[in-house]
């Protein structure tokens, strides 16, 4: 048993390397990989991965069945949901926390740092 959650726990932490025919880009500094992956006769996964610390890591796989596949506009709603779902995935595993401060020196120090530039041999704040 032991040996069997070690597997699944590794299976979902470490992926495989993504296929040659997969969709490849850069999300928040991280490489992402999105390719078709069957899972059972009839579903389809729409696997996408990310490239961390030397590794491929798993992302989301959400799933379209042939079933519901028989016309162009069905396939392009299932693979827009799966879309959807990749970047709910995206936005709360990649996306780097905001530091901005709300309030206060600290958001003063933020602005000086982060919003302020210089143009026509003035300052700018650029919003």
Known sequence: ????FLLLFSFNVFAESPPANSF???V???E???FVNQIFSGEYGIRSLYFSNGEWQYLAEPSCFTDNMTTAQDVDYCFGLAVNEIN???EATLKPVSTEPSSGV???QWLIENKL???SDKLLFAQ
């Open 1 to 4: 048993m032991k040996y069997l």
């Open 24 to 26: 490849k880009g850069n």
């Open 28 to 30: 928040y500094g991280y």
């Open 32 to 34: 992402v990989a999105v």
């Open 88 to 90: 709910e995935a995206i």
């Open 106 to 108: 600290m958001r003063l």
């Open 117 to 119: 530039k210089i143009q």
